[in-house]
């Protein structure tokens, strides 16, 4: 894309390493079907990552050593969400380095958009909640200083956490001796839950798109994808740049006829 229009096409993904799952793989596909600038970092050894992507270091952007400093204390059996909390930190450091937009590997796109380099660029997920799958800041966004400054800090507690995950549930912990992390606190806490509180803090939630660019079918209504149910309007309708497909574990059964997930395999 031309500099002088100051829009871009270029996003990016994360896959730390090993083999990339089955609805990962599609919604890339659809990525660069759709025409967009697609780059997957990676750590360590990926051997299915699909054809017509860049593919890049992670270490260009984070160091892998922050997982260490992600991990609980009182929920050591969700092992799963350290790189989760990872990928949240590697989505705003991509920012601070204008890697590109950043796209949940998950994320199914319809159809070829591009975004203004020099303004936030997000979506609403809900009635209010900034989703973090499709994310992008300027470089100069203060949001990436409050996460440098947070990186600076012995203990990764953010300082835009509510009253009760910021002050309540920390302090009883404390005062009842029980070892905590901050990521005891939540999976939400760096991600999706950080970035309202953060935008409304720095005065760009009004910047949030709605959810019906990627977020039409969110929470329970999400498994609509995997039933048997009218998807066309998503491809008909130019409002729809993609969709979010966060109830993944329904992609390891077999695929319903006539479902969006089983027509998304075929592409």
């Known amino acids: 894309m031309s500099d002088a229009t100051k829009r871009s096409d270029k996003i ?12 990962d793989q599609v919604c890339i596909r659809s990525m660069v079907r ?7 970092y990676r750590y360590g050894e990926v051997d299915n990552i ?16 922050l997982m260490d400093r992600l991990k609980m204390v009182k929920r050591q059996d969700r092992l799963w969400q350290v790189p989760a909390n990872f990928s949240d930190f590697f989505r705003i450091f991509m920012q601070k380095y204008e890697l590109g937009l950043w796209l949940d590997s998950d994320v199914y796109v319809f159809r070829h958009f ?11 997920e809900d009635g209010t909640r900034i989703g973090s799958p499709v994310f992008y800041l300027p470089s100069d966004s203060p949001i990436i200083g409050e996460y440098e400054r947070l990186m600076e800090q012995d203990e990764l507690m953010p300082n835009w956490l509510g009253p009760w995950r910021g002050i309540v549930r920390p302090t009883w912990w404390r005062l009842t001796g029980q070892a905590f992390s901050p990521p005891d606190l939540g999976i939400t806490i760096y991600g999706n839950d950080a970035f309202t509180r953060l935008a409304r803090r720095h005065g760009v939630y009004g910047e949030a798109g709605s959810k019906k660019a990627f977020y039409h079918w969110g929470a329970r209504e999400n498994e609509k994808l995997f039933d048997a149910t009218d998807f066309r309007f998503f491809l008909d309708d130019p409002e729809y740049l993609g969709i979010h497909i966060h109830r993944k ?6 695929p319903v006829p006539g479902s969006f997930w089983a027509w998304a395999r075929e592409q």
């Open 12 to 23: 990016a993904t994360l896959w730390i390493e090993g083999a990339m799952r089955e609805v």
């Open 34 to 40: 759709a025409g967009l600038d697609v780059t997957v």
């Open 50 to 65: 699909p054809d017509g992507v860049k593919i890049a270091d992670g270490r260009e952007v984070l160091d892998l050593s």
């Open 114 to 124: 591009d975004y203004a380099t020099d303004r936030p660029y997000f979506f609403k």
């Open 249 to 254: 574990h329904l992609a390891l059964q077999p």
